[in-house]
């Protein structure tokens, strides 16, 4: 059971380069979100999922667009990379968004923007 | 937007010595969850709480939150190495969106 897979975990991109991370959960869980996280900012929601075919904008989607054409699948793209975009990225999903919600965390991807 | 509140930023503490972290909201918050972050790592999972004044302890971590759910605290007793890395409190906002809020997260360092 691997839980929640994150690919690629390091990546290094020019500015004005695209990309994309590829997140894959095998718990069925209908939620997945797209975190980051920079020094003293805490994890900060991109763009988060309630179940396949359906995305919605959290706290900083700019930049960013995601997709989730199969259940087990939440991709997030970066048209045109910038340096602000430097960060490490956290996927996660839960089975409910309800009270018993609890996030299962990928382990992470590491991405600089030159 | 709902913003959580997390203090202290950094705490450093010698082995065997008492950690607390707090989280504070202007708003009313729905559900308490507290995860664990070491470092390199991925944040996982350590409890949750939704009622009023709920207390839950695990081993020598206790969790609380406040009356009037506006805060919430960790207390870590007698602090061992294992304990390193950061805490994140989160709201689970159920109205609307359901998504999590983090807070800026705790982060302890422990000198043996």
């Known amino acids: 059971n691997a839980g929640v897979t994150q690919t690629p975990k390091f990546r290094v991109l020019k500015t004005g380069q695209s990309m994309t991370l590829l997140c894959a959960q095998d718990?069925?869980?209908?939620?997945m979100y797209w975190y980051r996280q920079d020094p003293g900012m805490g994890l900060r929601l991109i763009h988060y999922s309630v179940g396949e075919g359906t995305t919605a904008k959290g706290e900083v989607p700019d930049g960013y667009n995601v997709s989730r054409l199969k259940k087990q699948n939440f991709l997030l793209g970066l048209e045109s990379a910038a340096p602000s975009q430097t960060s490490v990225y956290f996927c996660?999903?839960?089975?409910?968004?309800?009270?018993?919600?609890?996030?299962?965390f990928g382990e992470g991807s590491r991405l600089t923007v030159l | 937007g709902q913003q959580v509140m997390q203090i202290p930023q950094y705490q450093h503490v010698q082995e065997g010595e008492d950690f607390t972290t707090y989280c504070n909201s202007s708003t009313t918050l729905s559900n308490i969850q507290w995860y664990k972050q070491r470092p390199g790592g991925h944040p996982v999972f350590l409890i949750q709480l939704v009622k009023s004044g709920e207390v839950k302890k695990q081993k020598r971590l206790t969790f609380q939150f406040g009356e009037a759910k506006k805060n919430s605290s960790l207390h870590i007793t007698a602090t061992q190495t294992t304990d390193v890395g950061t805490y994140f409190c989160a709201d689970h906002e159920i109205q609307g969106a359901q998504k999590l809020v983090f807070g800026q997260g705790t982060r302890l360092t422990i000198n043996p």
């Open positions: 996660a999903s839960s089975f409910t968004g309800g009270p018993l919600g609890e996030l299962f």
């Open positions: 718990m069925n869980h209908e939620y």
